[in-house]
């Protein structure tokens, strides 16, 4: 459009009037080294400054590729180097400048279009701000039953944000869903987001929701561990724990999932790490981290959660209590038979199978999990979930089966909460 | 329970083909695992059945690679979305395959691993008719909860069977 041509004319002028850094005419090289001697060659090359050659992949050892951006005005005499010694190069980009304007117009051209159909794909994985955005815009659609709230900071000081479903009333009994907890396990949180505007759009439709937000509240917790997701995006895609700092370490971060006040601790704490290096560290003490103590504290000073519910992946599991202990909770035959009605309604959908059973028998022994504490502190519709797939892709599942993950999960949540809704206690 | 020696187990257990789920065979094995879990466990099984053949698609992918002027190199598959873009997918499965063997040698009661993604793949060029890959991957293995990277040396031609040829684990990084 001659919108977008002003904008981009505009810029140009602006970013020169700037100096900021063009890449007219750099190019880019893929050199192949076949011997020591080349890769010595290239070194040399490397530590002459005035070329201000930047390397991509810096010159190391013959078996790799070497791959270095070259200024416009070094591109003649780096080529002549490189042809009077015999060493083989190709071109991998003509001229960045054309590659990187591309770039900058694609993204411009789909951030138009994201605004202007103001529609979240919720078949996608998204940033962080992505999904804080999204729940501003559910709270805001969905203003009747819809409410958003801060239930803490993270490590690094972000918001820590729970969707509240109410149609009113003071303090009902409420159920509990978060998800997230473990950064990598990416489609949890992109479930959960589907789940809200699934509610949310439900309400006064469907008449299982219906008559469940009539009488309970929900409260969803769709990132509780901010900082790590931030983290699989920028930095590690497999980041587990959270971010924060171990005195007397190198190593950063506590297993969120190891750091419950259920087992806590001892010499012996199985499944539970002692080890800040560990991706199951469970950290100095019990509710070190904040991502758990806000929860912790919410659900004390809310005191009337009857239902306690965590997603995790993968490997197609629902369980309820014990992880920290292989003995069987008060309830155990309740809470079994509800999670084989809940697997069941999962498996109607596209056929998946969920095993059901107790933590320690079903996956492991771990001591410090979310759902034991819950349990322990009177909320006995405790159950962690372990979503799609059972390892073949495992934590990168495809984001194509975002939202199928999120139908069939909704409907084992729901058997589940249309249960605690019929048997209050 | 076998005193002395270790512990056995008796499975029956049904393979099914990845890239058709119809298509399935059962298969009956015995692993043993011995104790002190310092060597791989042994491994017997009986297929009932063939599997099916791919010679077609491996000759594809065969062909494809010899033609390459510039040695395969590749980083993140899947990448973070779980995408496999069609051509990788036949490097995916072949490290799935290889990575089989690497946590066969590795594993004890104790331990389940999974291959979560590959890091970086690298083609080697040889001069015989094998295909051989240099892949960092990296095993979740489910009891600790660690990614693991390993690094795997990988021969492949299409009327051989795949042979891991080298193989290590690699440190992880404190600041990742």
Redesign the interface.
Known sequence: TSNMKLILIFSALFGASLCLETFVGHQVLRIKTRSEEEVKKLQLLESLAHLELDFWINPSSPALPVDVRIPANSVQAVKAFLESHGIRYSILIEDLQVVLDKEKQDMVYSQQRERSSNSFNYGAYHTLDAIYAELDHLASEYSNIVSKLQIGESYEKRPLYVLKFSTGGSNRPAIWIDAGIHSREWVTQASAIWIAKKIASDYGTDPSITSLLNKMDIFLLTVSNPDGYVFTHTTNRMWRKTRSKNQGSLCVGVDPNRNWDAGFGGRNSPGASSSPCSDSYRGPSANSEVEVKSVVNFIKNHGNIRAFLTLHSYSQLLMYPYGYKCTEPADYAELDALGKAAASSIQSLYGTTFTVGSICTTIYQASGGSIDWSYDNGIKYSFAFELRDTGHYGFVLPATQIIPTAEETWLGLKTIMEHVRDNSY | DINGVGQKYHLELVLED?LDKDSTVNCTAEVLYHLGNNIPPDVQFTIEGELKNAEEADNIFYNRIKSLE??L?AE?I??????VSPEMEPVHLLAWVASGYVIWQNSTENTKF????IKRV?Q?KRSDEYLEF?YTI?L?E??????IPWQMTVLWHPRHSVQVTQDSRQP?H???
Request: negative net charge; hydrophobic residues 35%; charged residues 25%.
């Open positions: 990845v510039k040695e190199v993140n899947p990448d973070s979305h779980g995408n999974q291959l979560a993604q690298k080697v240099d990296l979740h489910m009891v600790s909860q660690e990614i992880k404190a600041s990742e």
